[in-house]
């Protein structure tokens, strides 16, 4: 049998060439894409730390700010706390000054007493003396209010007719409002604001003036049927008709010493001297309410408001009648009449009588 003859095959590698170059090209790119990607994440990562650091380093410098702001709030409180610390001493060393200013002033008050005695014996030795037509208590004897100045041309009496002046007491004095006005009248103590008065009229010098006006809510001038606005304490009639006036008067209600200071220098003839006649800090206020019960800081602060309403120039002389239970009045009253170039005193008991 014949055999056939074997054909060669030509195989063309170009498929292959394609196959493998395209298989290298795809490698290449995941080589390439993948080394692109570790560079990415490397400079992520070093991004990360960099942000990282800078919020390490910030905290750092927040928490060193935090500490030095707790420690300048530990100093604040520790000087804050000294600081009160010395507010209460002074407050205490006040109370204290306060109480024995008050104590001399007591002192005073009975050494006073004494020295009228002793006036009132001498005047009492056998002697011929006139008798003075108008009731005055002991109008011969000299003025024994050590320091206590009542002269001038033209002199402002300026009294407090408020329900305090009846009694020494403030809870005597609260029960005495319930009385009738004869019985106010006639109050231990406002009788002896009228001696003290009737006396210091006999005692003015015989070219002076001298006028009255009362206050307690309001203010009332003591007036002349004659109209006549500031009085003769050389005339007679006059002085009588005035002492009557004032034994008419009735102490109730409260006292505004803030309206009455103010109206002093609003009067057409302004006084070169004040006598104000108190028995101890006010309870009323036109530019400062206080609270619903007042008690000590509020009458402070009403004293405070009368004291810048008072514009005078001129001397003031303070005659206090003291409550026994305020017994702050009297400094605040002597810095009165010691910034106003007067003087204050506190009377007995038994003056002008003993």
């Not at 001038?152 to 609260?174: C, K, N, P, R």
């Not at 034994?247 to 209600?253: I, L, M, N, R």
Request: glycine content about 6%; aromatic content about 6%; hydrophobic content about 40%.
């Amino acid at each position: 049998m014949k055999r056939r003859k074997r054909e060669t095959e030509v195989f063309s590698l170009s498929f292959l060439d394609c196959i493998c170059c395209g298989f290298g090209a795809v490698l290449l790119l995941f080589v390439l894409t993948v080394g692109k990607k570790s560079d990415t994440m490397i400079d992520i990562k070093a991004k990360t730390e960099e942000i990282i650091g800078q919020m390490e380093n910030d905290l750092a410098d927040k928490d060193s700010e935090l500490k030095s702001l707790q420690r300048s709030l530990t100093t604040i409180r520790e000087r804050n706390r000294y600081a009160t610390e010395q507010i209460e001493e002074k407050k205490k060393m006040q109370t204290e000054l306060e109480d024995e200013f008050a104590l001399l002033l007591a002192k005073l008050a009975s050494m006073e007493e004494d020295l009228g005695k002793l006036l009132e014996d001498k005047e009492n030795m056998p002697m011929q003396e006139e008798e003075a037509s108008i009731p005055i208590p002991n109008a011969v004897r000299r003025q024994y209010l050590t320091g206590f100045d009542i002269q001038g041309e033209h002199v402002l009496f300026l009294i407090e007719a408020s329900g305090g002046m009846t009694d020494d007491v403030y809870e005597e004095a609260v029960k005495r409002q319930a009385d009738s006005d004869e019985e106010k009248r006639k109050a231990p103590k406002w009788s002896r604001v009228k001696e003290g008065m009737t006396w210091m009229i006999a005692n003015l010098k015989p070219d002076s003036l001298y006028k009255i006006i009362l206050f307690n809510n309001e203010i009332t001038p003591i007036e002349s049927r004659y109209g006549i606005e500031w009085f003769d304490p050389m005339d007679e009639g006059l002085t009588q008709e005035v002492i009557e006036k004032l034994d008419e008067v009735v102490p109730q209600e409260g006292a505004n010493l803030e309206k009455a200071l103010d109206m002093v220098d609003e009067m057409p003839v302004v006084p070169d001297r004040v006598v104000l006649i108190v028995d101890g800090l006010p309870t009323l206020a036109d530019s400062y309410e206080g609270s619903e019960v007042l008690d000590s800081n509020d009458r402070i602060n009403m004293f405070r408001v009368a004291k810048r309403a008072l514009t005078y120039p001129h001397p003031v002389s303070v005659l206090l009648y003291p409550m026994k239970n305020d017994p702050g009045a009297a400094v605040h009253y002597w810095r009165l009449a010691n910034d106003q170039g007067g003087a204050m005193v506190c009377p007995s008991k038994s003056w002008p009588n003993t």
